[in-house]
């Protein structure tokens, strides 16, 4: 049965990169080229939104309100993908889920991690 | 980039009732939406895709109808367990993907 699980840190300073990291169990990211890894954030203020998703090529795609602050990548060998967003600030705190999708065609998110939440405050 | 309204921001009903939400796109999204249900702490989970095809394991009491720019997620029968946040989500015309600002159904 596939999970996802979400990690790092829960508080960070203004200014700082977020690094978070999914680790995807019971499907191999290497083998599973039909799906994107996604990942996706929840806050009060903006609700949900998507922050971008990665292929197992490693083609990425992102949400254009971020793109020049995220950063999203796949390490194969350790069947973990990767986000890092820098320079946040009060406004980036939410909680982070990760989560996938389907390729041909672009489908919805039917598996997501629990989430993990990260409060940027200095 | 697609905007997603949805409404009521919230809906009050008694169990056992029907409960209708809606969601609207700001241009046709044909019928790749999809309808989401989020419980307290938990992430959400997919309840509709395609406008109107249950994902496995859904309960025949969710449903869903429309295409183009309106969308509407139905509960026929309201349970206990289904009190929670509704979200739509378009997935035709990406980046980016979006989501609505949610339907919150709580107990009348």
């Known amino acids: 049965q596939l999970q996802l699980q979400e990690s790092g840190p829960g508080l960070m300073k203004p200014s700082e990169t977020l690094s978070l990291t999914c680790t995807v169990s019971?499907?191999?990211?290497?083998?599973?080229?039909?799906?994107?890894w996604a990942w996706i954030r929840q806050s009060p203020a903006k609700g949900l939104e998507w922050i971008g998703s990665?292929?197992?090529?490693?083609?990425?795609y992102y949400n254009p309100s971020l793109e020049s602050r995220v950063i999203i990548s796949v390490d194969a060998s350790k069947n973990q993908y990767s986000l890092k967003l820098n320079s946040v600030t009060a406004a980036d705190t939410a909680i982070y889920y990760c989560a996938r999708h389907d390729v041909v065609p672009v489908s919805p998110f039917d598996a997501w991690g629990q989430g993990t939440l990260v409060t940027v405050s200095s | 980039e697609i905007v997603m309204t949805q409404s009521p921001a919230t809906l009050s009903v008694s169990p056992g009732e029907r409960a209708t939400l809606s969601c609207r796109a700001s241009q046709s999204v044909s019928s790749n939406l999809a309808w989401y249900q989020q419980k307290s702490g938990q992430a959400p989970r997919l309840l509709i895709y395609?406008?109107?095809t249950r994902a496995t394991g859904v309960p025949a009491r969710f449903s869903g109808s429309g295409s183009g720019t309106e969308f509407t997620l139905t509960i026929s029968s309201l349970q206990s367990e289904d009190f929670a946040l509704y979200f739509c989500q378009q997935y035709h015309n990406w980046p980016p993907l979006t989501f609505g600002g949610g339907t919150k159904v709580e107990i009348k």
């Open positions: 395609s406008a109107s």
């Open positions: 019971g499907d191999s990211i290497i083998t599973s080229s039909r799906y994107y």
């Open positions: 990665i292929d197992y090529w490693g083609g990425a």
